[in-house]
């Protein structure tokens, strides 16, 4: 089996990690209720190193990138597939372990399904891109 990456694809998923984290917990949609769930201030908040966050979690999301990238490297991957595989992923392998790790540390259902949404839908926007862009 002959596996093909395209790099500028697995970019732009490591790209849409930041982008679509910066709409889901924007004030818009979930920040104000992850910050409470959390116990996060705006005075903690504005302590965060932006670069460095910001940086470490493009790397992070790039790995993670890549590595749906060889799982859905075959040729046969398409749209379908690649958006089957990445919710797959998302939710039967990240977000639920997530839960567990969750329910283990008595956090909240409002915090495991605000997070464990933005895996799910992040790891399904992956699949989708890397299906779409062979």
Known sequence: MEIHINHFAVIVCAIANLALGALWYSPAMFYHAWKKENGLTDEQLKKLNPPKVYGLSFIL???????????????????????????????????????IIGLFEMRSWKYILINGGFITLYFTIVGFILGVWR
């Not at 046969?76 to 839960?99: Q, R």
């Open 61 to 99: 999301a790039l790995l993670i990138s890549y590595n749906m990238a060889f799982f859905l490297g075959d040729d046969k991957t398409d749209m379908a597939w690649g958006t089957t595989a990445g919710f797959l992923a998302g939710f039967g392998f990240s977000a639920l372990i997530f839960t």
